[in-house]
Structures are given as structure tokens and as C-alpha cells.
């Protein structure tokens, strides 16, 4: 364990230890799960009032630190954004939140946040 968390930032290693936004949602606006390359899993919830993004919560049943820290940040970047700004999101500024904490081959995890989120929004918008 020790070799494996010396590839990760600190900001990773704090958001997979107490991760912000985790849990599922009773009623959202919108949700969605994919599961990614890895066989790592993220559901991601929205609360979406008058084209605000109220709150946003994502879950991972077998997601590992990077999978937890990307979906945290993924959340806590689109919180209190109108839809049209989250829209600016990319795998990239989860990166960059995290310092580039994360080793070459758990970069995908940004991608399944990211890709995650975008579900959900897409559903809100198909019903909105």
C-alpha cells in the first residue's frame, strides 16, 4: 500500500480518505452511471433549479482513490454553477485541481467523472 499512495498528491489522498459530495440522492434533477475502463463504477446526482446547479453528489461503490477524488472534485467544481458554465468542465481542470496527483494510469478516472457528470446534465436536459 505504501509504494501505491506515494503516486498520488496530497489533495487526492485527502479527498479519497474523506471524500466531499459522496453519497447517493433522494430526487434529483438528474442522475447517471457509467462504469469505466477499469471496472471502477460512479453514479452522479443533480439538483438543478432555474438553470443552477444547487447541488451535486456522486457515488462510487468500487472506485478507487482516483476514482474518489475525481468524482469530489468533479462535484465541487459544477456546485452553484449556472448549466451552461459546468459545461466547462473537462478532464483536464480535474487535473488541475489535483495538482496532476494522479499516476499515468489512473487518469481515466477524470474522464469517468467528467463523463458521468455530462450523463446526468444530458439527462436533465432531455427532460427539462
Known amino acids: ?4 499512495t506515494q503516486a ?5 489522498l ?12 433522494n430526487d434529483p434533477s438528474a442522475s447517471a452511471y457509467l462504469k469505466g475502463i477499469c471496472g471502477d463504477d ?6 438543478i433549479k432555474n438553470k ?20 469530489s472534485t468533479a462535484a ?12 466547462d468542465i473537462s478532464p483536464k481542470k480535474i ?3 489535483l495538482n496532476y496527483g494522479l499516476p499515468e494510469n489512473h487518469r481515466h ?3 469517468l467523472a467528467v463523463s458521468t457528470f455530462y450523463k446526468a446534465l444530458a439527462c436533465h436536459l432531455l427532460l427539462d
Open 42 to 47: 460512479m453514479e452522479f446526482y443533480l439538483i
Open 1 to 4: 500500500m505504501e509504494e501505491k
Open 52 to 71: 443552477i446547479i444547487e447541488n451535486a453528489q456522486f457515488y462510487t461503490q468500487t472506485g478507487c482513490e482516483a476514482t474518489k477524488a475525481c468524482g
Open 95 to 97: 487535473l488541475e485541481a
Open 109 to 111: 478516472c477524470s474522464i
Open 8 to 12: 498520488y498528491s496530497k489533495e487526492v
Open 14 to 25: 485527502a479527498l479519497a480518505k474523506n471524500p466531499k459530495h459522496f453519497g447517493r440522492m
Open 76 to 87: 465541487q467544481f459544477v456546485i452553484g454553477k449556472s448549466v451552461d458554465d459546468a459545461m
